[in-house]
Nanobody, 129 residues
Framework: EVQLVESGGGLVQAGGSLRLSCAAS????????IGWFRQAPGKERKGVSC????????YYADSVMGRFTISRDNDKNTVTLQMNGLKPEDTGVYYC??????????????????????WGQGSQVTVSS
């Protein structure tokens, strides 16, 4: 059974930092891209940052480029999103996700969420102004 278990998130003031982690199990972790999607209030869920299966190729949405850093540990089956310089517009529920199809970061993050089959439980991130 595929499981994606998230930790981290919380409430922070604008300019602050938070870290999200996701522990994966139930599949061959280093065969697939994995990443983070965000659902802001009243908006659809979209890819924020993803990382390729191997070699560390990354994708970032324009809105988080330069502020967020994604990394993965293929020995520990974990993926982490370090979020710095947080803004109120970063507020939302963040989901760890993989589709068990693609190894490419861009392909995963650009997918509609209806094509992504495996999700973490969601982590609330709230940034106050």
């Amino acid at each position: 059974e595929v499981q994606l278990v998230e930790s981290g998130g919380g409430l922070v003031q604008a300019g602050g930092s938070l870290r999200l982690s996701c522990a994966a199990s139930g599949f061959t972790f280093d065969d697939y891209a994995i990443g983070w999607f965000r659902q802001a209030p009243g908006k659809e869920r979209k890819g924020v940052s993803c990382i390729s299966a191997r070699y560390g190729f990354t994708y970032y949405a324009d809105s988080v480029m330069g502020r967020f850093t994604i990394s993965r540990d293929n020995d520990k089956n974990t993926v982490t999103l370090q979020m710095n310089g947080l803004k109120p517009e970063d507020t939302g529920v963040y989901y760890c996700a993989t589709d068990l199809v693609t190894a490419e970061a861009w392909s995963l993050c650009s997918s509609s969420d209806s094509y992504v089959d495996y999700w973490g439980q969601g982590s609330q991130v709230t940034v106050s102004s």
